[in-house]
């Protein structure tokens, strides 16, 4: 079955980097677009941006261009996000999702950052 | 920018039906799928309604999805109400390619 399985909870200091992995499986990975979306502590769901899991081409939505980077691996299947200079305000969980029919969300990976 | 109103929380008791609403702010709701999320605390999200008004496999026929043009809102339907049915639930739909999460409603099964 189509599955998708985040990397494990971080926790950083702020100005740090930290790198989210989301490993698919059960289809081509190349099929479907792949999503990222951010969950701040005891808030809703915010749309991050997507990217072109055929050609690697991103798309960032307002508020995550500059310190947000999404990236792929095509040969392991999986899907990163990266994000730069961390602030306190980072501080959520985030998911990867394909947003599209009845097909599944990452499990979510909580990132701290603290000093 | 375009966005999704939805009520922040309601609440009913079991075996009852609640409705929730999603309003788009402008354009028409209906050109566009919407999608509506379950989440409950700690977890993931997971579909219950996609394309307006499809129910994924295992979600039981009490949820339901709809359109309604009139008042440029999608509406999540939840009868014969279950205290497992109690989290937050999220719609979801598109504006110029991108994604628009609504604001969400907590629903509280008394």
């Known amino acids: 079955q189509v599955q998708l399985v985040q990397s494990g909870s971080e926790l950083k200091k702020p100005g740090a980097s930290v790198k989210v992995s989301c490993k698919a499986s059960?289809?081509?990975?190349?099929?479907?677009?792949m999503n990222w979306v951010r969950q701040a502590p005891g808030q809703g769901l915010e749309w991050m941006g997507w990217?072109?899991?055929?050609?690697?081409?991103?798309t960032y939505a307002q508020g995550f261009t500059g310190r947000f980077v999404f990236s792929l691996d095509t040969s392991v299947s999986t899907a990163y996000l990266q994000i730069s200079s961390l602030k306190a305000e980072d501080t959520a969980v985030y998911y990867c999702?394909?947003?599209?029919?009845?097909?599944?969300w990452g499990q979510g990976t909580l990132v701290t950052v603290s000093s | 920018n375009f966005m999704l109103t939805q009520p922040h929380s309601v609440s009913e008791s079991p075996g009852k039906t609640v409705t929730i609403s999603c309003t788009g702010s402008?354009?028409?709701?209906?050109?566009?799928?919407v999608q509506w999320y379950q989440q409950r605390p700690g977890s993931a999200p997971t579909t219950v309604i996609y394309?307006?008004?499809?129910?994924p496999s295992g979600v039981p026929d009490r949820f339901s999805g709809s359109i309604d043009s009139s008042s440029n809102s999608a509406s999540l339907t939840i009868s014969g109400l279950k205290t497992e049915d109690e989290a937050d639930y999220y719609c979801?739909?598109?504006?110029?390619?991108?994604?628009?999460f609504g604001t969400g409603t907590k629903v509280t099964v008394l």
């Open positions: 999702a394909f947003l599209v029919g009845e097909l599944p």
């Open positions: 059960g289809y081509t990975f190349t099929s479907y677009a």
């Open positions: 990217i072109n899991t055929n050609t690697g081409n991103p």
């Open positions: 402008s354009g028409s709701i209906a050109s566009n799928y």
């Open positions: 394309e307006d008004n499809q129910r």
């Open positions: 979801q739909s598109y504006d110029s390619s991108n994604h628009v």
